[in-house]
């Protein structure tokens, strides 16, 4: 068990030193007040986890990372790829319908974490203090940022500690495949009632890619949004912009899902015909 928990933990934590690096990347090229460096980390987290997937790489880390491989969003990546090229060597599937196979049971679980997310942040954000108020919005201070080198060590921390736990979980509940999507709704919906105390915020300012990259994120990103216009910090329409950029960040991932596995199929053959 111990094993598996430290695997799990190492492998999450590498997801989160990726993200990061990326984080800074962007950072550095379009500067640190870009409102967009956390979605172009993601969006191309996936596109480097594709490539990984492509060479091969994918397939032989997930065996061994349980959850931390499990709750990253660009793992959705790898995850829908595997699925499309084994769906279509297992039950001689199309494309396309080997596709909506893999993906459907991610997609629910994502939508229906984004709505119960948004339900959840309307009644909250009524109750917070309003920008005309002049408080602080949140109950947890935003710490200040830390040295880039530090910034890496709480990425990597933040993403073993949520991959070790989550690991030593799906050990004790055993979960089937619908159990293991609803751990991972459950994680959106954390993320979001975490969010509400100004916790995954301050944890982002420490580790950007520890933070942003699991689902939990997902539900922080939702409530951030909602409390953006109920709280009158910006206009309803910036909500909306934000709730389309996050669907788009998870639509990217499906994206690189398939060409993944179309790419993959075409080089590898005989992992995709029976």
Same mark, same amino acid.
């Given at each position: 068990?111990?094993? #598996?928990?430290?695997?799990?933990?190492?492998?999450?934590?590498?997801?989160?030193?990726?993200?990061?690096?990326?984080?800074? +990347?962007?950072?550095?090229?379009?500067?640190?007040?870009?409102?967009?460096?956390?979605?172009?980390?993601? +969006?191309?987290?996936?596109?480097?986890?594709?490539?990984?997937?492509?060479?091969?790489?994918?397939?032989?880390?997930?065996?061994?990372?349980?959850?931390?491989?499990?709750?990253?969003?660009?793992? /959705?990546?790898?995850?829908?790829?595997?699925?499309?090229?084994?769906?279509?060597?297992?039950?001689?599937?199309?494309?396309?319908?080997?596709?909506?196979?893999?993906?459907?049971?991610?997609?629910?679980?994502?939508?229906?974490? $984004?709505?119960?997310?948004?339900?959840?942040? &309307?009644?909250?954000?009524?109750?917070?203090?309003?920008? #005309?108020?002049? +408080?602080?919005?949140?109950?947890?201070?935003?710490?200040?940022?830390?040295? &880039?080198?530090?910034?890496? =060590?709480?990425?990597?921390?933040? $993403? @073993?500690?949520?991959?070790? +736990?989550?690991? /030593?979980?799906?050990?004790?509940?055993?979960?089937?495949?619908?159990? =293991?999507?609803? $751990?991972?709704?459950?994680?959106?919906?954390?993320?979001?009632?975490?969010?509400?105390?100004?916790?995954?915020?301050?944890?982002?300012?420490?580790?950007?890619?520890?933070?942003? =990259?699991?689902?939990?994120?997902?539900?922080?990103?939702?409530?951030?949004? =909602?409390?953006?216009?109920?709280?009158?910090? @910006?206009?309803?329409?910036?909500?909306?912009?934000?709730?389309?950029?996050?669907?788009?960040?998870?639509?990217?991932?499906?994206?690189?899902? @398939?060409?993944? #596995?179309?790419?993959?199929?075409?080089?590898?053959?005989?992992?995709?015909?029976?």
């Amino acid at each position: 068990m111990g094993t #598996a928990i430290l695997k799990a933990a190492g492998i999450g934590g590498c997801y989160g030193l990726l993200v990061e690096a990326l984080y800074c +990347v962007f950072r550095a090229a379009l500067g640190a007040d870009n409102n967009y460096l956390s979605a172009y980390a993601l +969006v191309t987290g996936g596109a480097v986890v594709a490539i990984l997937y492509i060479a091969g790489v994918m397939q032989k880390i997930e065996p061994h990372g349980g959850f931390g491989s499990i709750i990253p969003l660009i793992g /959705l990546t790898s995850a829908v790829a595997g699925g499309i090229n084994g769906t279509r060597k297992s039950e001689k599937k199309t494309f396309i319908d080997a596709f909506w196979k893999a993906g459907q049971p991610s997609m629910i679980m994502l939508m229906s974490g $984004m709505v119960v997310s948004l339900v959840l942040s &309307v009644i909250a954000t009524l109750n917070l203090p309003d920008a #005309a108020d002049g +408080v602080a919005p949140f109950a947890v201070a935003t710490p200040s940022p830390v040295a &880039v080198p530090l910034e890496f =060590v709480f990425a990597f921390l933040i $993403m @073993a500690v949520i991959g070790g +736990v989550g690991q /030593l979980f799906l050990m004790l509940l055993k979960p089937t495949f619908t159990g =293991v999507m609803g $751990m991972l709704f459950a994680c959106y919906v954390i993320g979001c009632l975490l969010a509400m105390f100004g916790i995954i915020q301050a944890l982002a300012v420490l580790g950007h890619g520890g933070m942003d =990259v699991p689902i939990l994120g997902g539900g922080e990103f939702v409530f951030t949004s =909602v409390w953006l216009g109920e709280g009158g910090y @910006a206009p309803w329409s910036a909500t909306f912009t934000r709730l389309v950029l996050f669907t788009g960040i998870i639509g990217s991932q499906y994206l690189w899902g @398939a060409l993944a #596995a179309g790419i993959r199929g075409k080089l590898h053959p005989d992992e995709v015909a029976a």
